[in-house]
């Protein structure tokens, strides 16, 4: 999970690994997910998309594009919610696109759900 918001961050981890039972690693800023990403072969990625230094989409760009990182699905988790941004990364292959404010109560079946296609 990649977020620059501290709170956001506390809110998806509790609502992950405490709410579901997902492994979580989450990063700050797209440059240290970027490093991270090779070391440990993600099963899938959840990007805010407004971030400073480099937007979810650029760092998912830069992720799809390296040769040596196996394709990993990404979900958008961002407060930026328009229409044409949200079918770009669908069309891009993006599973979802989902908004913020979101429920962390239903966040981890929400996202069970969009990652197994239901």
Known sequence: HVDDDEDIQVIVQLAL??????????FGDGPAAIKAVAGF???LLLFDVMMPGM??????????????IEPIP????????????SQRMLADGALAV?????????LSDE????????
Do not use: C, Y
Request: hydrophobic share 40%.
């Open 17 to 26: 690994e405490v709410v579901g039972d997902f492994e979580l690693l989450q």
């Open 41 to 43: 072969s993600p099963d």
């Open 55 to 68: 937007s979810g989409d650029d760092l998912w760009k830069s992720i799809r594009d390296d040769p040596s």
């Open 74 to 85: 990404v979900i958008f988790i961002t407060a930026k919610v328009e229409k044409d941004f």
């Open 98 to 106: 989902k908004t913020k404010p979101f429920d962390a109560m239903k």
């Open 111 to 118: 996202i069970t759900a969009i990652w197994e296609g239901k």
